[in-house]
Structures are given as structure tokens and as C-alpha cells.
């Protein structure tokens, strides 16, 4: 079975912290992704990375910045994180290629105050 | 960017009948996909359905895509309260580069299955 995992299920961080959001697979995908889900608005892209140390910028980058050193551990960092952030952050995986099912792990909520 | 509209965005339904969703999408694409999402929880894969597919099935799950009206359709035959959740659909754009790697999802219809 493939399994996504994500350090926190839920975060709560002060305005103006570093936060950092870290998903771990465990399928040796190539892909990896960073989404957020908000009410209404449905997931949107964050960014993606389809190699080690490879990244992408999705929908909405602003504010965020990844990092990729190893293939199975993709890092999501706020790096002075803002009430507009709040939200549930999900990180998924999978092959190579749109033909491939993405692998998301179960979510962390994050509360920024 | 494209991204997949479902319809309805709620339904609400007995145990034991039968539930559509559907989804419309505007550019076109290799492939789309259909996630659940029980509450709160992580996003699950359904089943996957190729441009040149018109129709796929998984146990109870049928899914119809029409390309020439860009619409796909997610039917759930006998449901049962453990249907309950939200379902997605996701395309991806159709081209190479950045975004052969990426799906856009819609926002989702809420189903709910009555005991």
C-alpha cells in the first residue's frame, strides 16, 4: 500500500513564524505536490516537484517555498506565515505522467493567529 | 488554468439509490480522474478514464466521458452511507512540460447518503 504521511495533523502558529510542512512517501514517485483546500474554492496548486531538488510553481506560490533534497521527503515552509494562510495543506504523489493516480496523504490544518 | 466543474455541488440521497455526479471541463485532455474525500481526511483515487475511453466501470462505480461536450460523469449505483464524502474530478491540461506532470481539481459535489 502506498503511503503518504504529513508531520502534523494539525498546526497552529502565531503571524509572522516560520513554518515548516514536511510530507514523506513511501512509493519512490517521481511527482510530488503541495495543494491547499479552502472552503469553496476547491484544492489549488501550491507547487510541484517532478525531481530531486526540482520544483515548479502552481496556481498559487505566493508566500510559500518548497524543497526537495531527497525523492521521498517534500517540504512545504511558510516563511512568515499570515492569517490568509489558514488552511488544510495536502501533499500528494505519484508516477511520471497525468495517467498516474496522485497519492495524497491525510492533511494538516493549519491555524495561523 | 482549466479547471473541472462538478454538478451538482450537493445531493442528497437514500441508502440503496443511485447517485450522479457530473463534471464539465473546458480545454482538452489526456486524462481525468476521480478522487473521494471523506471528511477532513486526504483525497482517495476512484478510477481513471483516458481520452479515448468513453466509459470505465469499478465495482459500483461507472464513469462515462464525453469528449466532444467536455463533460464527464461519476455514477454510484446502490449507495450506501459509507458513500458519504465529496467527490472530485481532475484533468489535466493535454500539452507537455510543467504541465504534463499536474491535475486541476474542481470543487467538488458533497454527497450524502441517508441511512
Known amino acids: 500500500d502506498v503511503k503518504v504521511t504529513q508531520s502534523s495533523r494539525y498546526l497552529v502558529k502565531r503571524t509572522g513564524e516560520k513554518v515548516f510542512l514536511e510530507c514523506v512517501q513511501d512509493m519512490d514517485h517521481e511527482n510530488m505536490f503541495w495543494y491547499r483546500q479552502d472552503p469553496g474554492l476547491g484544492l489549488r496548486l501550491i507547487y510541484f516537484s517532478y525531481d530531486v531538488k526540482m520544483k515548479e510553481k502552481g496556481d498559487i506560490p505566493e508566500g510559500y517555498s518548497v524543497s526537495r533534497e531527497k525523492k521521498e521527503r517534500f517540504s512545504l515552509i511558510l516563511e512568515s506565515a499570515s492569517t490568509n494562510q489558514t488552511s488544510m495543506y495536502l501533499c500528494?504523489?505519484?508516477?511520471?505522467?497525468?495517467?498516474?493516480?496522485?497519492?495524497f496523504g491525510p492533511g494538516t490544518r493549519l491555524t495561523v493567529t | 488554468s482549466q479547471q473541472g466543474e462538478e454538478d451538482p455541488q450537493a445531493l442528497s440521497i437514500q441508502e440503496g439509490e443511485n447517485a450522479t455526479m457530473n463534471c464539465s471541463y473546458k480545454?482538452?485532455?489526456?486524462?481525468l480522474q476521480w478522487y473521494r474525500q471523506n471528511s477532513g481526511r486526504g483525497l482517495v483515487h476512484l478510477i481513471l478514464i483516458r481520452s479515448n475511453e468513453r466509459e470505465k466501470h469499478s465495482g459500483r462505480l461507472r464513469v462515462t466521458l464525453d469528449t466532444s461536450k467536455k463533460s464527464s460523469s461519476l455514477l454510484i449505483t446502490a449507495s450506501r452511507a459509507a458513500d458519504t464524502a465529496s467527490y472530485f474530478c481532475?484533468?489535466?491540461?493535454?500539452?507537455?512540460?510543467?504541465?504534463?506532470?499536474?491535475?486541476?481539481f474542481g470543487k467538488g459535489t458533497l454527497l450524502t447518503v441517508n441511512p
Open positions: 500528494a504523489s505519484s508516477y511520471s505522467g497525468t495517467r498516474y493516480a496522485q497519492y
Open positions: 481532475a484533468t489535466d491540461e493535454g500539452s507537455g512540460g510543467g504541465s504534463n506532470y499536474k491535475l486541476t
Open positions: 480545454t482538452s485532455i489526456n486524462n
